[in-house]
């Protein structure tokens, strides 16, 4: 990989601490950033290159998956790292930057590849972007790229914008837009399962699969979030961008290459012919819901409009459990059930895949039931494949039951989700980043959504802190003969 200047805007930021510091650290260790890397760190308070150092330091000891013994490795490794005190609206500080980044590439006689990483609010995109044009930092000889992180934009019009004034400084190949979903490995596994393996490969379509449920729930609440959370809600903070990814890596066709322009155009056209929701009808496929008091893991907890910093009257979603209809002829009639929600009753990203049950009769004759064969995709926080199958148990009389066959269990020591990302970035490797059309399309799709929510046309259902979300949810699937799995 060819040597580059990684400059960090909010270098004092959580995420940093919590994961960028700690990627970059496990990249390097495992030789997969060149070891002439230069790091500019960015914020708003003056630091000392050494003082910076030693706040890297403390951050990869307490967040990286690992440490390791040789401590001239750490020491070469901080030594990559500067600090220079900006103000994002400040054009003298652009040009302090520039300097000190141009002193470092003749210093470690590396070129001018730049890297810029705006872990920053939102709101400071387009201005950083602009300076970096303005300044002269984004004429380089060699590449630049740009990584940002959601919220792109708060709607439709807000995400335009915001893309406009991106692309005044950095062109769609060069920015990198992260979805941490898309740096988890089994939403990267995704991909394998559905395209290496031809006999999933084979019954990937609506003639074999019933439907196909996407969950991520969270035990967690608001947190200390609820400033921007009550004005975003599941639907923006997670629906918009995780869920429709997970949406568009489980639905997309066999690309003519497994290459990153091959794979973002499946996913385009999976939103493509994702059916918009129309106002009026929507309380028919969208349930929403807010948390109310409960319990989670046996501790008391409040509700959502009694969290600090929301508003009691808030109407703001917590959940949000959705049937979707790809129409197209892959997924023609097959319905795929969304749901997210914060204070549900467990920590669980998961895909399930529901095949038809088209011999149930065979066996119904016989006086058995059989279980539709399912493919059970565990996401996070385990890891793991799962198949069910039916068998005849010999120690029930022969009965058949459902078995399950487990494929994989988690991966010791694998790299984290900011670490392959940040990796592949460096690398040029766009397959896992969100492409401007799949955000402008998610927008899209969740536009309608946004204005009904607005207007109050869909009912806003309470649930229990520590439930699996409002009853409408489970009624959504029983309308049409099905049921969430997996609910213990
Ligand atoms: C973030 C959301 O994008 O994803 C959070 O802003 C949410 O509200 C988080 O908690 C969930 O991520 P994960 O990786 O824990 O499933």
């Excluded at 706040?55 to 750490?74: A, G, N, P, Y």
């Excluded at 869920?243 to 997309?252: D, H, P, R």
């Amino acid at each position: 990989m060819e040597a580059m200047t990684f400059v960090l805007f909010g270098s004092t930021g959580d995420l940093a601490k919590r994961k960028i510091y700690p990627a970059l650290y496990n990249l390097f260790v495992d030789g997969k950033i060149p070891k002439s890397i230069s790091v500019v760190g960015l914020g708003r308070r003056e630091m000392s290159d050494a003082d910076f150092q030693e706040k890297v330091e403390e951050s990869i000891h307490t967040f990286s998956r690992r440490v390791e013994k040789d401590s001239s490795l750490m020491q070469h490794f901080l030594s990559a790292f500067r600090y220079s005190q900006l103000d994002a609206t400040n054009t003298e500080d652009y040009k302090n930057l520039l300097n000190l980044v141009e002193a470092r590439e003749a210093e470690l006689n590396i070129p001018s590849n730049r890297m810029f990483y705006l872990s920053v609010a939102p709101e400071f995109f387009g201005t950083i972007a602009e300076h970096i044009k303005d300044s002269g930092l984004g004429a380089t000889k060699g590449w630049k790229r740009l990584i940002i992180e959601k919220p792109f934009g708060h709607d439709l019009q807000s995400a335009r914008q915001l893309n406009e004034n991106l692309s005044k400084a950095f062109k769609e190949e060069e920015i990198y837009r992260i979805d941490h979903y898309l740096g988890k490995s089994m939403v990267q596994n995704l991909e394998a399962l559905e395209f290496a393996n031809p006999i999933l490969q084979s019954l990937w379509n609506n003639e074999h699969i019933a439907n196909i449920q996407i969950t991520a729930s969270e035990t967690v609440g608001v947190e200390e979030r609820a400033s921007y959370y009550d004005h975003s809600g599941a639907i923006r903070d997670m629906v918009q961008n995780h869920m429709l990814q997970m949406l568009m890596m489980t639905a997309m066709h066999l690309p003519a290459r497994i290459s990153a322009d091959d794979i973002r155009n499946e996913k385009i056209n999976v939103l493509k012919a994702l059916r918009p929701l129309v106002k009026e009808d929507m309380d028919l496929d969208v349930v929403r819901g807010q948390y109310e008091a409960g319990k989670i893991n046996g501790s008391s907890v409040e509700s959502y409009v009694n969290e600090p910093g929301v508003s009691p009257s808030s109407q703001t979603d917590t959940f949000l459990a959705a049937r979707l209809y790809i129409d197209n002829s892959l997924w023609k009639g097959v319905p795929f059930y969304i749901r997210t929600g914060k204070r549900m009753a467990e920590k669980a990203t998961r895909i399930v895949i529901e095949f038809k049950d088209s011999l149930k009769e065979l066996y119904l004759d016989k006086g058995e039931t059989t279980s539709p064969n399912l493919l059970m995709i565990e996401i996070n926080p385990h890891e793991n494949i799962t198949l069910q199958l039916n068998s005849k148990n010999p120690f029930n009389h022969g009965h058949i039951e459902p078995v399950q066959i487990n494929f994989s269990g988690q991966q010791e020591g694998a790299p984290e989700a900011y670490e392959r990302l940040i990796a592949d970035a460096c690398a040029g490797d766009s397959t896992f980043f969100a492409h401007w059309k799949e955000v402008e399309l998610a927008w899209e799709w969740v536009q309608p959504l946004l204005e009904a929510f607005e207007e109050n046309t869909v009912p806003l259902y309470k649930y229990a802190a520590g439930s699996h979300g409002p009853d409408a949810s489970n009624a959504l699937l029983e309308k049409d003969g099905f049921k969430w799995w997996l609910d213990e």
